[in-house]
């Protein structure tokens, strides 16, 4: 078995069928598909046990124990403990793929045997709810191999080059093993980074590929993860969570590693806000300050030499 791909899902039935159709049409075929249910009670449960019948050969439906919600990352390990591939690709219930998607990732894992991980850019799909489509391109260069720790630096969260959406990964299975899967504590609102909890591992152990070809259809909805987060409100706290969780995990890294200065910078915002709106200022903002200075000094030496 060459790729398994892990498909986790709660209460996805508007999507879950054009997913997994999806996965069905890829050109390359020696794939596994488990199918991770994370308590659903809607009718995504039944969905996903009929095309597990149907498909008896390629596709495994699993289940916590007692069809209870553990969450995102935690219903990912169990697909990865499960998987039987080399490799790990993983598919989002409510997203669609190309069907070269697999095919042409591993022709790129394969002609580059340090890579761990091959992703690329990403239609956000608003066009089927009738919104506007725009592709992304993910990482901080393309078509070159990004030696780590460079991707952890220079890709969000810590940098500002976009990160890759979680449905277009494909890893190799012994390096997920290796980092122990995905960070289970990122539960409830917390699932925000839950992506980026196993990313920055990935990025600080070993080479990546970001590629500009663009394989995945992103749908973006108000009922996703990312939608529900910010709507409510609780992102700094999230974000300000998994910088925590980010500096307790690279602790025994050495104390000159480059990670360390993009944490203090993306720490700075929680822990010393007046300071990092003093360095954030728009260049703008720094030039009015500039000549309110000079002005001032100004007048006062006019005072000065009138009083003289």
Known sequence: ???????????????????????LAQNFRNFELILVDDGSTDGSTAIALAYADRYK?????LEHRGHVNR??????????????????????ADDVWRPYKLSEQIAIID??????????????????????????????????VALAPDAAIKVYPLGTAPAPCPSDL?????????????????????????????LIKVYLA??????????????VHPESCVASVSASGHYDSVRRYFLDWLE???????????????????????????RDRLLTLPASAIAK????????ASATRHIWHVES
């Open 71 to 92: 969450g995102m990352s935690a219903s990912r390990n169990v697909g990865v403990s499960a998987a039987r591939g080399d490799l790990i690709a993983l598919m989002d």
């Open 57 to 61: 050969d390629q596709i495994r439906y």
């Open 170 to 198: 494909v890893v190799r299975r012994a390096l997920v093993l290796s980092l122990g899967g995905f960070e289970e504590h990122f539960t409830g609102v917390r699932q925000l980074y839950e992506d980026q909890g196993f």
């Open 289 to 296: 300050a500039a000549r309110t200075v000079r002005r001032f």
């Open 248 to 274: 307790s995990y690279v602790a025994e890294l050495p104390p000159g590693h480059a990670v360390f200065k993009a944490l203090r910078r993306a720490q700075r915002r929680y822990r010393h806000p007046v």
């Open 206 to 219: 070993a080479p990546v590929y970001f590629a500009d070809r663009y394989w995945l259809d992103y749908r």
């Open 1 to 23: 078995m060459r790729v398994s791909i892990v498909t986790i899902f709660f209460n996805a039935e508007p999507y879950l069928a054009e997913s997994i159709e999806s996965v």
């Open 111 to 144: 002609a580059h045997p340090e890579v761990a991980m091959v992703c690329g850019a990403a239609r956000y799909w608003k066009s089927w709810m009738g919104g506007e489509d725009r592709v992304v391109r993910s990482g901080h260069v393309q078509n070159v």
